[in-house]
T-cell receptor, first 115, second 111 residues
């Protein structure tokens, strides 16, 4: 079974530029998460999708971050314009269903450096 | 607001030692608790998941316990090996499936 796929793995941009990250969850997983992990910290939830609907985006900085999952499968996270403090690893994760009792499956992450 | 704390932040032990990592959370109304492992530059791998009604889970040399009433969990690693070196993260889930993570414990096992 293929895991959670993310791309690109690494991205370096200058502040005020834009960047987009892509995630393809495990086939059939209805719930998808985007997390931000700053160096030395635990991951922080940015947004949670159930199929193509948003369940929780309370910690998403909506003035610069946006995310979509139009067809309820893969998802894109965009940052525009980027700030220095956005340097982090952006992790995508999925589970079969909301409230599923199983484990969360993570991708390897997309590491963003903002100069 | 749920907060998750892990102690210690870093730990270095010689190979073969048994060790305990600690995790505490402020709100006992959790759905489950998971322990993850993260290798440098990699994503997270789930190690153990404990449902809120359970007290412990075991997988090989790993044993995780949960005391919901006191807001604590421990991850016990028996006979540690250099390959166990990684960052270990604890996370609690609420009813909506949202995971709140601790900041992690960076473990180094010296040969």
């Amino acid at each position: 079974e293929a895991g959670v796929a993310q791309s690109p793995r690494y991205k370096i941009i200058e502040k005020r530029q834009s960047v987009a990250f892509w995630c393809n969850p495990i086939s059939g997983h209805a719930t998808l998460y985007w997390y931000q992990q700053i160096l030395g910290q635990g991951p922080k939830l940015l947004i949670q999708f159930q199929n193509n609907g948003v369940v929780d985006d309370s910690q998403l900085p909506k003035d610069r971050f946006s995310a979509e999952r139009l067809k309820g499968v893969d998802s894109t996270l965009k940052i525009q314009p980027a700030k220095l403090e956005d340097s982090a690893v952006y992790l995508c994760a999925s589970i079969p269903e909301l409230r599923d009792t199983g484990e969360l499956f993570f991708g390897e992450g997309s590491r963003l450096t903002v100069l | 607001k749920q907060e998750v704390t892990q102690i210690p932040a870093a730990l270095s032990v010689p190979e073969g030692e048994n060790l305990v990592l600690n995790c505490s959370f402020t709100d006992s109304a959790i759905y489950n608790l998971q322990w993850f492992r993260q290798d440098p530059g990699k994503g997270l791998t789930s190690l153990l998941l404990i449902q809120s009604s359970q007290r412990e889970q075991t997988s090989g040399r790993l044993n995780a316990s949960l005391d919901k009433s006191s807001g604590r969990s421990t991850l016990y690693i028996a006979a540690s090996q250099p390959g166990d070196s990684a960052t270990y993260l604890c996370a609690v889930s609420d009813q909506g499936g949202k995971l709140i993570f601790g900041q992690g414990t960076e473990l180094s096992v010296k040969p």
